[in-house]
């Protein structure tokens, strides 16, 4: 098999997700939710022989793959070296039905032959316990079942099951299909099932893509951007990870390697503004009902959580998997929870303040809903002058940071205006003292006129990438000189090529040494924002070049030959790239 990288299409459902590599093979899965046991590891190496799914096709000379489009249905051609050819189709079922979503844990594959008479063997090889050991299994006459800790898989097929269990190659002169999920029996026709299936999700995504509220340009990029922040959502509780992987280092042989199935309440916040943007509010709603689950009475919360509501995300090294290419080690939990990152308040604040806005939500917030949010905003005020781990999660410092305070006074303004939106005038009153008084000392605080830019922290001196937020928050305008310092300072010193660094100063694993995508994304849409718009889009273009072959992004990318790092699909990137594509987007009025 071929060195693992991240030329890789992502299928879901909002129930669980899994990796495709360009020959058809699922390397990652975790079932039967993101956060679970990757049954399909290969992409970590396992150890032992196995961890994928994968539809092998004899003498493999060249694949194609490319989205169904508008959908997340991932088609891969496979050809071999004497004129055969097979189609394989690959989704995750989702569609309406009976007033509640249909998403079982559930990858379905069709598999058909396109020309010639290509020979192919069908392996699935779930892992257990974390690439530890083969599940024990069953079988019967046209299904496998496999005993997983959490889960009992079962594939479903019209491939001879012999074939399956043992490996065997065969000639594909028809059309088969495979469903590897729940352990139900299929009570009708395999066939029929599929093409359903097949059917109506490709209905699904083609409706919810049709109402989003896209630019004139580059469209491609934002609907399949889109497409993969909704994958991030898990619809049970409204969580909404940062990415669907662990542990693929930032860089080569990093230990910046990290778990991030998690929902990290700014990433996540990150998400929700961007899909409102484009129209998709369903997501707003369902991550609003999270918070209020993880909600304390004081309005205390952490940086993260499990998507089951967990609050304890102890981090362990997972001893049975290599690593993505073998560095390891693999990291099983995140120890950020335990961080104290004071920007989240904003972060939920911001992320709910459409709900009080929107005339189109069946469900609209209200003062209820309001009281709710005033415990954040109050602990956004005691704690904006306290030091955290920040949004880089520094493990080795604590500072008072820039972008923190400011998102704390966000917290406070917004409140202010949600206050004024419900005609609560006191409340109003309240909260718009303390947004002034926030204002008025974090500016104060964050400027340098010695160095003409905003620091990284209050009374700081260095500069870091999320300065370039700041008019985006609101606590400046993009016309005042000093925000326009700030970004000519960030593009002298932290751009490298067309990407940026986050920051340049040595961290607790030394100086970082890829580029973090969104930050990129950020100083692009700071630059159409300070009047450099024609710059700003031709460095968007030269980006939207280093998405993978199927509009993909990582975590980061570096900086010399642009391969992706990180993990992977990453929403903090993909939310970069949806915002600043409808920055800088031509209206729909100039086309027409």
Known sequence: MSEPNLDLGVIGNCSFGALIDRQARVVWSC???????????????????????????????????????????????????????????????????????YRPVSIVRQIRPLSGAPRIVVRA?????????????????????????????RLTTDVPIRFVRDELPFVLNHPVHLVIGVDESLMRSLTGYVQEAYERTEEYWREWVRYLSVPLDWQEAVIRSAITLKLCQ????????????????????????????????????????????????????????????????????????????ESSLEEHEVESLDGYRGMGPVRRGNLAWIQKQHDVYGSVVLASTQLFFDLRLKDPGDAATFRRLEPLGERAYALYNVPDAGLWEFRG?????????????????????????????????????????????????????????????????????????????????????????????????????????????????GEPETSFTICTFWYIDALAA????????????????????????????????????????QTYSHVGLIIAAMRLSRSWQEAS
């Open 31 to 101: 079932l039967p939710t993101f956060d679970g046991d990757p049954a399909f590891c290969h992409l970590l190496s396992p150890r032992i022989e196995g961890g994928d799914f994968s539809v092998e096709l004899e003498d493999f000379q060249e694949s194609e793959q490319a989205y169904i489009p508008n959908t997340a249905i991932l088609r891969t051609v496979l050809r071999d070296s004497k004129g055969g050819a097979i189609e394989v189709i690959d989704f995750a079922p989702r569609w309406r039905n009976h007033n509640r979503f």
């Open 125 to 153: 090889r779930p892992l257990a316990d974390w690439g530890a050991r083969a599940p024990e299994s069953t079988w019967g006459s046209n299904h496998i079942r496999w005993m997983l800790p959490d889960f009992t898989l």
């Open 234 to 309: 898990y619809e049970d509780s409204g969580a909404i990870i940062a990415a669907m992987t662990t542990s693929i280092p930032e860089a080569p042989h990093t230990p910046r390697n990290w778990d991030y199935r998690y929902c990290w309440l700014r990433d996540a916040a990150f998400v929700v503004r961007a899909l409102n943007r484009l129209g998709a509010t369903r997501t707003m709603e369902q991550f609003i009902g999270y918070i209020f689950n993880i909600a304390t009475t004081d309005g205390t919360m952490q940086p993260l959580y499990g998507i089951g509501f």
């Open 397 to 509: 410092r604590a500072e008072v940071h820039t972008y923190t305070a400011a998102m704390c006074w966000a917290a406070c303004d917004r409140l202010a205006k949600i206050a004024d939106r419900l005609g609560l005038e006191d409340r109003r009153a309240y909260w718009r003292t303390r947004a002034d008084e926030l204002r008025a000392h974090v500016l104060g605080e964050a400027w340098s006129a010695e160095r003409n830019h905003f620091t990284d922290t209050l009374g700081g001196h260095r500069l870091d990438a999320s300065l370039l937020l700041l008019a985006d928050i609101g606590i400046v305008e993009a016309t005042d000189p000093r925000f326009i310092g700030t970004v000519e300072a960030i593009g002298r010193d932290l751009k490298h090529g067309d990407s940026l660094y986050r920051y340049i100063a040595p961290d607790d694993f």
């Open 530 to 569: 300070i009047g450099r718009k024609d710059e700003a889009r031709q460095m968007f273009e030269r980006i939207l070049d280093r998405r993978n072959h199927l509009g993909l992004l990582s975590e980061d990318l570096a900086f010399e030959d642009g391969e992706a790092w990180g993990n992977f699909p």
